[in-house]
Nanobody
Framework: QVQLVESGGGSVQAGGSLRLSCAAS????????MAWFRQPPGKEREGVAA???????TYADSVKGRFTISQDNARNTLYLHMDSLKPEDTAMYYC???????????????????WGQGTQVTVSS
């Protein structure tokens, strides 16, 4: 079992920044993939950014150039650095983990078996 706990959400004004964290524990091993998804109210959950143990990163077009996914040195925590936030970034953000998937599917939510409970991000104009 893999446990994921998100933190770092909050309310900011447009143009501001936030850093989300996802602490992973349990039975984790390489190869693996970790990702951030988000779900605005009334909409489908969508992939935001993903990272795998082979060094691949990928981003949704809507956040490219503004968000950065990274890990700490111990590979225990996943981060999402969010800059130049927009009101349309408002959503519940979820961390997800998978035991190795194809690069082309890194932002496909069906590939992820383990999920955190989410952290709310609200961006006001």
């Amino acid at each position: 079992q893999v446990q994921l706990v998100e933190s770092g959400g909050g309310s900011v004004q447009a143009g501001g920044s936030l850093r989300l964290s996802c602490a992973a524990s349990g039975y984790t091993y390489s190869p693996y993939s970790m990702a951030w998804f988000r779900q605005p109210p009334g909409k489908e959950r969508e992939g935001v950014a993903a990272f795998d143990s082979g060094g691949t990163t990928t981003y949704a077009d809507s956040v490219k150039g503004r968000f950065t996914i990274s890990q700490d040195n111990a590979r225990n925590t996943l981060y999402l650095h969010m800059d130049s936030l927009k009101p349309e970034d408002t959503a519940m953000y979820y961390c997800a983990y998978a035991h190795g998937i194809l690069n082309s599917w890194l932002l496909n939510r069906a590939m992820y078996a383990y999920w955190g409970q989410g952290t709310q991000v609200t961006v006001s104009s």
